[in-house]
């Protein structure tokens, strides 16, 4: 069976545990860098078929990497490049089926096929993206941008933005 063909009702109860997992692990701690690493590391781990799950945020004018499970990533994306700073310049998410087929797409892995990229928004602003690559062609579609969407709503609150991005 492959992953298209699991019923939307499988596919966002796999959302919703995922987002009951992050929020009790984030529960009680203010650190945004604990925080974030622990968001990256449960999305790695829960959701199947990820090369690279992480942050990137919003340091003067420009996304720089943050905490991430994967390969190492490029460091630095200017606003309005790649996937990511499209998420960015956009205020929307990217779903991505074929990188190679996004101009400006920004190779950080080769074995990336496919990506989702949701930007996060704090009081108005876009503070940065979480960013999901996979080496299987088209691994993400609507549920998932569904899917993340509601987990990055459900931790954006949860993070102390003036000391992650200095708002
Ligand atoms: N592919 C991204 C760059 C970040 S890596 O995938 C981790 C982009 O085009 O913005």
Redesign the pocket.
């Known amino acids: 069976m492959t992953r298209s063909d699991l019923a939307d009702d499988g596919v966002r109860e796999q959302y919703a545990a995922l987002r009951r997992e992050v929020v009790a692990l984030l529960e009680g701690e203010r650190d945004w860098l604990a925080n974030l690493a622990n968001v990256a590391a449960a999305v790695y781990d829960r959701l199947d078929g990820l090369n690279?799950a992480?942050f990137?945020l919003l340091r003067g004018g420009a996304l720089v990497l943050g905490p991430?499970q994967?390969r190492p990533?490029?460091v630095r994306?200017a606003v309005g490049?790649?996937?990511?700073?499209?998420a960015v310049a956009q205020r929307a998410s990217q779903v991505v089926a074929d990188?190679h087929a996004?101009p400006?797409?920004?190779?950080?892995?080769p074995r990336?096929r496919s990506?989702l990229?949701v930007p996060l928004h704090v009081a108005g602003r876009v503070v940065g993206v979480l960013?999901l690559?996979s080496d299987q062609p088209a691994r993400f579609d609507e549920r998932d941008r569904a899917g993340v969407e509601a987990l990055v709503a459900a931790v954006v609150p949860l993070i102390d933005w003036e000391r992650a991005c200095a708002l």
């Open positions: 690279w992480g990137y991430f994967g990533a490029c994306i490049t790649g996937v990511c700073g499209t990188v996004f400006g797409h920004i190779a950080c892995d990336s990506e990229v960013d690559d």
